[in-house]
Structure formats: structure tokens, C-alpha cells
């Protein structure tokens, strides 16, 4: 069984730096063709991508956000690690974790979705 | 860059179907796979459709994927609503050929 779990601070201060981990079970992120994505969604609005992280240890980051993330794993843990640098109250929003892997015809898609975290950036 | 443009509401009865629509701005439709997600209130996205008109393992067959080249759009299909439907739906595609995600503007889908 697959499931994944978002946990960091629920509150943190603008010009702070924001660090979440997911943790994560029913799979390894060193088997071929698994990877760890970032998601978040501000209060009433869409999803936004965020960051991702292969099997492989490729990197990949929403470019407007590129230069304030990082993401990293510690696979011996089942974890994945997001920081945002730099917080804004734009930066308010409920962030998940999911599971991409490779479909059928070689398409990259979420299969197992976190519960989320609400982050509240404010002084 | 591109964008996914979806209606931001539709309403329709139980029992009925219904299609929600995503029309991607530039670039093909067709050039990378469409998935749709469902987040009822309150909750986490789930994966309904994946790969276009692939459905993910315990999604009800009355949920279905499609696109339209001519239009370049992707569509859901809800058939047989139930008021269990009622979520907002989202529409999610890549950069093309990047792992990029870009994401729709989400439905919400009201059943009455």
C-alpha cells in the first residue's frame, strides 16, 4: 500500500525559509521510474507545480520559482525534502506530495496523492 | 508556455451526463497525455484519468477521458452522476516533452 505524508510548520514568517518533508511508504524512489513531486494550491485557487525529484536523482523545478526551491531525497528514509526560500504571503497554500510513475504508453502521471499541508506565511 | 483553459462551473442532475472541457492555448494537445484529477471539498486530489483517456485503478467506469485534436481540447466525461460527483476537476498537461506540469484553472462541478 502506497501513502505518502506531508509534515513541516503550519506557520512561518515572511523572509523565512520553509521546509517540508514528505515521507513516504509502499515504494523505493531508487526503483526505475519512480518520482516524488510537489504540488500546492493557495486557499480557493488552482494547483501549482512545484518541483520533482527521479529515481535518478534528476532535478526539475517550476521555473518561476526556480531560483527559491530545492528538492532533495533521502532514500534510506523513504524522504523527500522541499524548501522554499524567501516566503511571501503569496506563498500561503496547502502543499502535497505525490508519487509519479510511468504509464503505459510511457507517460509520466500522479497515481498517489499526500493529505496535504496547510503552510500560512504571515508576521 | 501554454495554457489550460476550463470552464470554471457546470451543473447537471443526477443521472445525467456531463463534459468538462481543458483547451490547451498553444502546442497540441496531442504532443503530451492529459490527466484529470478530482478534489471534492475539504480533501486531496484524487487521479481519475490518466495518459488522456486511461481511467486509474478503482475509478468508476463512468468516468472517461478523451481529446480532440480539432479543438484542441481534452475532455471529461461523468456519466450517471451521482451527487458523490460533485468536486472540482482539474486538467493537467506537461511542457512539451519537459516534466514540467501545467495545470487548468479547475471546474467546479455541482450536482443538483
Known amino acids: 500500500q502506497v501513502t505518502l505524508r506531508e509534515s513541516g510548520p503550519a506557520l512561518v514568517k515572511p523572509t523565512q525559509t520553509l521546509t517540508l518533508t514528505c515521507t513516504f511508504s509502499g515504494f523505493s524512489l531508487s526503483t526505475s521510474g519512480m518520482c516524488v513531486t510537489w504540488i500546492r494550491q493557495p486557499p480557493g485557487k488552482a494547483l501549482e507545480w512545484l518541483a520533482r525529484?527521479?529515481?535518478?536523482?534528476?532535478?526539475y523545478y517550476n521555473t518561476s520559482l526556480k531560483t527559491r526551491l530545492t528538492v532533495s531525497k533521502d532514500t534510506s528514509k523513504n524522504q523527500v525534502v522541499l524548501t522554499l526560500a524567501n516566503l511571501d504571503p503569496a506563498d500561503t497554500a496547502t502543499y502535497y506530495c505525490?508519487?509519479?510513475?510511468?504509464?503505459?504508453?510511457?507517460?509520466?502521471?500522479?497515481?498517489?496523492w499526500g493529505q496535504g499541508t496547510l503552510v500560512t506565511v504571515s508576521s | 508556455n501554454f495554457m489550460l483553459t476550463q470552464p470554471h462551473s457546470v451543473s447537471e442532475s443526477p443521472g445525467k451526463t456531463v463534459t468538462i472541457s481543458c483547451t490547451r492555448s498553444?502546442?497540441?494537445?496531442?504532443?503530451?497525455?492529459v490527466q484529470w484529477y478530482q478534489q471534492r471539498p475539504g480533501s486531496a486530489p484524487i487521479t481519475v484519468i490518466y495518459e488522456d483517456d486511461q481511467r486509474l485503478s478503482g475509478v468508476p467506469d463512468r468516468f472517461s477521458g478523451s481529446i480532440d485534436s480539432s479543438s484542441n481540447s481534452a475532455s471529461l466525461t461523468i456519466s450517471g452522476l451521482k451527487t458523490e460527483d460533485e468536486a472540482d476537476y482539474y486538467c493537467?498537461?506537461?511542457?512539451?516533452?519537459?516534466?514540467?506540469?501545467?495545470f487548468g484553472g479547475g471546474t467546479k462541478l455541482t450536482v443538483l
Open positions: 525529484i527521479d529515481w535518478d536523482d534528476d532535478e
Open positions: 493537467q498537461s506537461y511542457e512539451s516533452g519537459t516534466p514540467w506540469m501545467v
Open positions: 505525490a508519487r509519479i510513475r510511468v504509464g503505459y504508453r510511457s507517460g509520466w502521471y500522479v497515481d498517489y
Open positions: 498553444s502546442g497540441s494537445i496531442a504532443t503530451d497525455y
